[in-house]
Structure formats: C-alpha cells, structure tokens
C-alpha cells in the first residue's frame, strides 16, 4: 500500500530524513513527504528546508517532497507556533494533509519528533479523529551523536522508530461516516463529542429499559438525579431499607456484565446513566 509521511520540521531536516530511511527500510512504499514549516524568513528554517529539498533530488528522486509553510487565517506565513492561534492553525493544517491522503487512498505516517511539541499534541488528535488501524504515528529515537552530526542519514543501530499507540475515537473508519466531509478539526472535534454523547445516551437507553426490573429502575432513578441514600430511597417508595438495598445490587450485577466492568456501585451509576436521566429519559 502507497504511504504519505508527514513531518513538521523544524531546524533539523535530518529528522526527516533518517524517519524516511526507517520507514522504507521496513518496506513501505513512501510516495510523498509532507512536511510542515514557519516562515522561510527565518535563516535557520530556510537552511533547512533547503537542505531538504537538495537531498531528496540527490537520494529520493521517486519521492515527492511537498513542503508547506504554516499561515494565519489570512494567510500570512508564521513565523512561529508559539501561541493559541498559531497552534490552532497548525492544527487545522495537519488536520487537512491527513485527510487529504486518506481521501487519496494512503496509508499515513506521522512523525511527530521534529518542530514544536504542540505540533506534536496536535497531531494525536488529528490522529484520533482521522486514522485508520493501518495508520501509524512515529516517534524517533536517535542516539545523541547523529544529530549533533547533522547527518542525513543514519548508520546501523543510529535511530529507530517507535510506534506510539492511537486510542481512536470510533472503531469506525473516519471516511465511512460525514466526519472526512469538515476541513474543520475543530468541527470534527464538536461532531465526535455528538457522537460520542449520542452513543452514550443509545447504550444507558438500553440498559435502563432493556435489563432493569420496574422496580430497579425506581431505585436507581433516584439514586441518579436525586443522590439519595438507601434509607432515603427506602422513605420516598414505601420499601424496606432490605429491600431497596436488593434492587440495587441487583442492579449493580446487572451493571458489571452489561458495561463489563470489574465493580459498579452508586457512583458508577450515575456516571453510565446521567446520559439517559438527564438528556433521554423523555425521548
């Protein structure tokens, strides 16, 4: 499967390039590299790109270097990712690379060891928002001496790269739902928090009214918006302490093998089942 690298690169383009050498070493088929910059105003990051650029005519002619400079929202060159708003539009920017080579059909590398390390924040959301299981992102390990060497390439034992995990938001694939269809991460972001709020909502649904008696649902209703203890449970419905402590224990086991949870108790419940008391139950 044809790959894309994407890279933010700060003064260092060997971390470009030794990130490159692994990846192919490995087998990938690297077609593309991103890699994402600040105003080539500053000498140090245009020595860089630069250098870059001669490097992949020398060695990776059957690779495509798309370098791309980091703007505001009126598309003034930044000349760093040194705030809120700057960081923002870094973010909107990887966000639209990722989702650009999905749309393209690659499998996506994210490096995320080279320019500022909000970039790199940035770049686990986007990858919780947009990758698929085949995606990865990288970290780079180097040993101290290659860097400073400001070699390009690494020798044997040099540099590795570790996979660094991506808990994604859905087991889905991002291109099979509207999500793929926002140029907005921040959008997506809202869109997610829906789904996620809706999903939640589906599932305390189905417990509530699918597995808990009549009785346990009163028990536990109380319990959920009002906090009341056993003996105030006991009051408000005419029941036992004895008996209202039953139905929540029942209720609790019913939790542990619904949920899948090791323990339950009140304090769970009212963390499953706020969703459906307070945003379903009148549905």
């Known amino acids: 499967m044809e790959a894309v690298l994407i890279a933010p690169i700060g003064t260092k383009p060997q971390l470009v390039t030794i990130a490159l050498d692994l990846l192919r070493a490995q087998g990938e088929e690297v077609r593309e590299v991103v890699v994402l910059h600040t105003t080539l105003e500053r000498p140090e990051t245009l020595a860089a790109t630069t250098r870059l650029q001669e490097e992949f005519e020398r060695v990776y002619p059957d690779v495509r270097l798309r370098p791309i400079c980091l703007c505001d929202e009126r598309g003034i060159p930044l000349p760093d990712v040194d705030s809120e708003a700057s960081a923002r539009e ?56 290659l860097i400073e060497s400001k070699a390009l390439h690494p020798g044997p034992g040099e540099a590795a790269l570790i996979r660094v995990p991506v808990l994604r938001w859905s087991e889905i694939s991002p291109a099979l739902t509207d999500l793929i269809l926002t140029d907005d991460p921040f959008d997506a972001l809202r869109r997610q928090e829906e789904l996620r709020r809706a999903d939640a909502l589906r599932v305390a649904r189905e417990f509530v009214e699918r597995e808990l ?35 929540l224990s029942s209720a609790y086991q019913k939790a542990r093998a619904f949920f899948g949870l090791q323990r339950a108790d009140r304090h769970m419940l009212m963390r499953l089942l706020a969703a459906y008391y307070w945003m379903g139950e009148e549905n």
Do not use: N
């Open 213 to 247: 008696s009549p009785a346990e649902r009163e028990v536990v209703r109380l319990v959920v918006c009002e906090g009341l203890t056993d003996a105030e449970i006991a009051e408000r419905t005419y029941r036992s302490v004895k008996t209202v402590g039953h139905h």
């Open 90 to 145: 870094a973010f909107r920017v990887l966000y639209r690379e990722v989702k650009a080579a999905k749309q393209a059909g690659y499998r996506v590398h994210l490096s995320i060891a080279g320019g500022r390390k909000i970039i790199a924040v940035y770049g686990m959301v986007v990858a919780q928002l947009l990758f698929d299981p085949d995606d990865r992102v990288w970290h780079l390990f180097s040993v101290p001496s």
